[in-house]
C-alpha cells in the first residue's frame, strides 16, 4: 500500500497522480465534451439534461460547432492540455480524432490530452492514438468489476498499453460496492495499468430519481456528494497494491477545478469595468435598460463616466458599468440598478445580485 497523500476538499491519492489530473488541479485543461451519446445507460450518470444523449459539442461552458471554435476557447484560458469526455467520445471518433489533431497543431506536442471513454472497439481506439492522444480512461459497467480480466476490456486496455498511451480506469464509488470496487482495483493493478481514477458518486438534475430508488442520499445539507462514497473510497486507497489510485472528491471539482479553470480565462476576458474576484468571477454593474447605448451617453455627458468603465450589453439589453461606479450614481438614477457577480464563462452564469437604491 503507498502512502496515502492529501489533497484539497477531501481528495486523495496514492503513488503519483496521473499525468491529466495534475493539470485538471491547476484548472489548466479545457473541458472538452465531443458528444453526449453514449451507447451505455448508468443510471448515475450526471450529464446534464441539456447534453445527455444529444449530438453535442462543448468547449468548456461553449456551445460549439466547429474544432476552431475549441481553440479559440483553449487560447481563452491558457490551457495547457484537454480533457475529452462525453457521452462516450468514441462514440463521435472522426470529431474526436480530428479535436485531438487540431489541439496537437495549435499547441504543440506538450499539450496534454486524455479521454474518457466506455468503448472497446480497437479500431476506435487505434484511430485516437493514432492522432495523437496521450492518456485514456475507461470507464467498465458495474456488472463487469468483478471480472474485469475476463472481460473485452482486458484486451482494449493491453491495446492501449501497446499504443504507448497512459492508461487507466475511472469509476464512481457507489456505496455497498466495495467488493467489487476491491477486485476491479485489484485487475487493475494485475494488469499492469496506470491507474484507477475513483470519483465520489453525487447527485444530479439527471440521476437523482435513480439515485434515490437505489436509497442513497446526500451526505449533508450542502453538498451533493452521496453519503457513504467518500468512506468506501478512502478505504479503497489503503488496498495493498503498488499502483497508483486516486481519489476526487465532489468538492474537489468545484471548489478547485472549476475554480481554477474559471480564473485561468477571467484573467484573460475580463474587462476593465469588472472586477475578478478570489472565486474567479467577475463583479460588475449593471443597469437594466433597453436602451443601453443611450443609458451610456447620458451617463458620460451628466457624470463624466469614462466609455472603458461601460460596456453596451445588447443580448441581456442592460449597460454593465464599473460597480465603484454606479454605486456612487445609483441613486440619482431611475433605472433599476445592481452589483452582479457572474462566471467569466461563454454562457456567463449568473451567481448573484444585489440591487442598488435607486431615485
Known sequence: MGKIRRLKKGSAYT?????????????????????GKCAKRCGYCPLSAQKKGKDVFFANER??????EALEEAELMDALGTGITGGDPLIAVQRTADSIKALKKRFGKDHHIHLYTSTTDKARIDRVARAGLDEIRFHP??????????????????????????VGLEVPVIPGRGEEIGSLVRSADSLGLDFVNLNELEFSETNWRALRAMGFDVKDDVSSAVAGSQELALSVLRTDIAMPLHYCSSSFKDGVQLR?????????????????????TLLKGVVETGDPAGVARALARDYDVPARLMWVDEEKARLEVAPWVLEEIASELELQSFIVEEYPTADRLEVERSPLRRR
Open 63 to 68: 456551445r460549439i460547432q466547429a474544432v476552431d
Open 15 to 35: 503513488g503519483t497522480l496521473p499525468p491529466g489530473c495534475v493539470l485538471c488541479e491547476q484548472g489548466a485543461k479545457l473541458v472538452l465534451l465531443v458528444t
Open 260 to 280: 481554477e479553470r474559471i480564473g485561468r480565462r477571467a484573467r484573460n476576458v475580463r474587462k476593465p469595468h469588472e472586477i475578478l474576484t478570489n472565486d474567479g
Open 141 to 166: 459497467p458495474v456488472s463487469l468489476w468483478k471480472r474485469l480480466e475476463r472481460s473485452e476490456f482486458a484486451d482494449a486496455l493491453m491495446l492501449s498499453k501497446k499504443r504507448g498511451m497512459t
